[in-house]
């Protein structure tokens, strides 16, 4: 069976970076290198401010790097003295052309399997590990087998990775499963069992799961798809709580009680984000559409049309609650990343709820522990292709929660940062003038000791005091 002696990772971002990180950690007899074409995000995985904030990455990049990790832009290098290469690259939804909307876009992957093609002169065991449609591994093994030099021989494996920003490291170290999907070829199998070896170093043997190739591809659309379901299902519930009187807590633990449906990922919020939900759902939507299954594409589409859904719904209830009218209001946001625990912002609900406040013209504060005010600035103006000149005298990024606060007429609290609990509410409420509105979008605060100091509180998913 091959050892894997040397890994190569093609893409140091949220993916590629921690995984390779901790498979460097794990494996000491393993030389990792991690490469990229952008030179500014390799200078940061090589500096001490790392490009993505990941409880626990620091340490485990500490430790690994220069031992057995490496961090580099010579992609060519990489590929060249690698066994195995995970292709990492991001695979965004299409914006233009066919599919535009809904399909992925796989020109990244494309051009990182090209260059596989082009540069190796061994064999390689070349990895999946970006999440792509199903049947994405056969245009990778054309595109090699037409570039390949003479001799050269490759394995393809899909490997998708299920890890969650915020918790990256702990899901890493103790992952509830690791998926390898491979042909069911002799050499397809020992491909397999040689990458299964590489995360038999930490992870037990019953968690590795080895499957076909397209099965395993299509297990992380159908993941993903399964798990932003659930919070649909929780949040289209949320709304009837609202008008009826129900707790959308209370409701969500007496379902989650039934071990059949199960306790997590049932919490009502503002609706979910991240790079991944929406992406794989579209995606999973292309597919069904392609293969002619249109019942299918409109029931997973119908998860991702909820979600935006909700987003419109809480920012239309901002609106509602102060009398109809927020032009010239000061609006605190509190939270632009996602989800709590990341800097990432990609499809944050912050993002569109803020849009929606500027069209009613108000004015916005916004603070978030690990957001950059230059980050915020490009989710504002759809990365830089919109003029920042006609909302700068709206928004206002600050440095605390407090001064974002300061005489604001409502708060809004869009992503659940631990720190948002422990805020002084009086000191804040002192500041503001009256009535001093909050908008608990993730269900996190303590609304009767909020209403004892004064405030009027809506809580998502509740309908008390609306
Ligand atoms: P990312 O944008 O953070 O990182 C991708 C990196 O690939 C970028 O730094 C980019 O410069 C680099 N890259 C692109 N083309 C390249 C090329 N030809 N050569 C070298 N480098 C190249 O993306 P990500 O969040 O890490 O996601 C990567 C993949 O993993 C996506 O398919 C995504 O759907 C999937 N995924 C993401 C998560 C997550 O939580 N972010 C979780 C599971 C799976
Ligand atoms: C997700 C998947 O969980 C992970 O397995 C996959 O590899 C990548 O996509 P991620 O997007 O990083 O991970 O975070 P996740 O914890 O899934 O949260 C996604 C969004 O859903 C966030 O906006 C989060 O706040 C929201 N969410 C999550 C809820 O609103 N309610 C919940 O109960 C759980």
Redesign the pocket.
């Known amino acids: 069976m091959t050892q894997v002696k040397k890994i190569c990772c093609?893409?140091?971002?949220?993916?590629?970076?921690p995984t390779c990180a901790v498979i460097a950690l794990k494996c000491p007899h393993i030389q990792v290198t991690i490469?990229?074409?952008?030179q500014n995000?390799i200078d940061a995985w090589n500096s001490d401010e790392l490009p993505i904030y990941e409880p626990g990455l620091d340490e485990v990049v500490k430790e690994a790097r220069g031992r057995n990790l490496f961090f580099s832009t010579d992609?060519d290098k990489g590929i060249a003295e690698a066994d195995l290469i995970f292709v990492?690259?991001?695979?965004p939804t299409k914006k233009s052309g066919i599919g535009a909307g809904f399909a992925a876009d796989l020109k990244?992957l494309q051009?990182?399997t090209r260059?596989i093609a082009e540069v190796a002169t061994s064999p390689k065991i070349v990895v999946e590990?970006?999440?792509?449609p199903c049947r994405t591994a056969d245009s990778m093994r054309t595109i090699l087998e037409a570039n390949h030099r003479p001799g050269v021989t490759f394995d393809i494996l899909s490997n998708?990775?299920?890890?969650?920003?915020g918790t990256?490291i702990s899901d890493l170290f103790a992952p509830d499963r690791v998926l390898i999907g491979s042909l069911q070829t002799n050499s397809g199998k020992a491909a397999c069992a040689a990458l299964a070896e590489v995360y038999g170093n930490w992870v037990p043997k019953d968690r590795i799961l080895t499957v076909g190739l397209w099965s395993s591809e299509l297990s992380?659309l159908a993941a993903n798809a399964m798990l932003a379901q659930r919070i649909s299902s929780i949040n289209a519930l949320s709304a009837v709580c609202e008008a009826t009187g129900a707790n959308i807590d209370e409701v969500a633990y007496a379902v989650g009680k039934d071990t059949r449906v199960g306790a997590k990922f049932l919490k009502a919020s503002v609706g979910f984000g991240?790079?991944?939900f929406q992406?794989?759902i579209l995606n999973l939507v292309y597919l069904a559409e392609s293969l002619h299954l249109p019942e299918v594409a409109r029931y997973w589409r119908a998860v991702v049309e909820m979600n935006e859904y909700q987003k419109e719904r809480f920012s239309r209830k901002v609106v509602e609650t102060l009398f109809n009218t927020i032009t010239g209001k000061k609006i605190a946001i509190l939270g632009w990343a996602f989800k709590k625990d990341t800097g990432?912002t990609r499809e944050s609900p912050s993002i569109s709820i803020a849009n929606h406040f500027l069209d009613e013209k108000a004015r916005i504060t916004i603070y978030d522990p690990k957001v950059t005010e230059e980050q915020i600035w490009l989710d504002l103006t759809d990365e830089g292709t919109k003029s920042a000149e006609p909302i700068k005298p709206h928004i206002s990024i600050q440095k605390s929660a407090e001064e974002a606060c300061k005489d604001a007429e409502a708060i809004v609290v869009c992503t659940e940062w631990d720190e948002f609990k422990t805020l002084d509410w009086q000191k804040i409420y002192d500041n503001c003038p009256r009535p001093a509105f909050i908008f608990d979008g993730r269900l996190m605060l303590d609304r009767a000791a909020l209403q004892k100091i004064g405030f009027k509180v809506t809580t998502i998913g509740t309908g008390d005091g609306l």
Request: glycine residues 12%; contains cysteine.
């Open positions: 093609i893409g140091a971002g949220y993916v590629g970076g490469v990229d074409l952008n995000r992609v990492s690259v991001n695979t990244f051009l990182a260059r590990k970006s999440t792509v998708p990775e299920f890890l969650a920003e990256a992380k991240g790079s991944c992406k794989d990432d």
